[in-house]
């Protein structure tokens, strides 16, 4: 279990939704739901969370807490000489590789979960290369389509690029996850627009147009290209 697990079992325990929980600490809902997606590897909330959910912050590693420790020292601080940097590392294709920018994009299978939905693995199952439109973009991924709810924009069996940083506009087509399960679960329709506090989508198989809550399916992901099974 990781420390992303713990507080989405915290949470639930306590009967809280991602958003009273956000509410309750002073982050976006947005935030609660990239954290038990393991879409961050920190938060600077994290101390705030583990208090009001009345965690041991001795269960959690050091670097969750979105800060470096410093050692302790009984003198003041001397300016130390800069090392001199690696030949390697003067190249900024180095760099975007260190931070994800470039290279293959990790490869998630799904299953169907049921009324339209998806379960998605923990775990990658591979990886993809990197397309155009994910280039130079941190934390791109793509999944395997299942069901055939949005067919014939996604067929089952093709691949779809999710870029999670580009804002979610109408008339695109994006997954979006649920908070409520314990497994990933999430679904692939068409975006309509917001209606109070539901959104409205749309999917091609059987054709029709619905809402979904928006504090369920807070995290929405933009896809942003597809291959071909």
């Known amino acids: 279990m990781t420390w ?16 009273k929980l956000a509410k309750a600490v002073g982050v976006s809902q947005a935030i609660i739901g990239k954290i038990e997606l393991r879409q ?15 965690l041991d912050r001795a269960d959690f590693p050091e670097e969750a807490f979105g800060q470096v420790a410093l050692p302790a020292t009984d003198s003041a601080p001397t300016e130390a000489s800069p090392l001199p940097l690696p030949e390697y590392a003067r190249d900024p294709a180095y760099w975007a590789m260190a931070a994800g920018l470039v290279g293959d994009v990790p490869l998630y299978a799904a299953a169907e979960g049921g009324a339209g939905t998806i379960l998605i693995d923990r775990d990658s ?3 993809e290369r ?6 130079g973009v941190k934390n791109g ?4 389509v299942v069901g055939t709810s949005m067919t014939p ?8 690029y999710i870029n999670p940083r580009l804002p979610v506009i109408p008339n695109t087509s994006c997954v979006f996850y649920s908070n409520k399960n314990e497994e990933p679960t999430a679904t692939v ?11 409205l989508v749309r999917q091609h198989e059987p054709k029709k147009d619905f809402e979904l809550d928006a504090e369920e399916w807070a995290v929405r992901h933009r ?6 099974r």
Do not use: C, N
């Open 40 to 54: 961050v590897e920190s938060t600077k909330a994290l101390g705030a969370l583990i208090e009001f959910l009345g």
């Open 125 to 127: 199952i591979g990886s």
């Open 4 to 19: 992303h697990d713990q507080i989405r079992e915290a949470r639930t325990k306590r009967g809280l939704s991602q958003g």
């Open 189 to 199: 329709k068409r975006f309509l627009g917001e209606r109070g506090d539901m959104w």
């Open 141 to 144: 991924y793509a999944i395997l």
């Open 153 to 160: 924009e996604f067929e089952p069996g093709d691949t779809l």
């Open 130 to 135: 990197r397309p155009p439109e994910l280039q």
């Open 223 to 228: 896809i942003v290209s597809k291959k071909l």
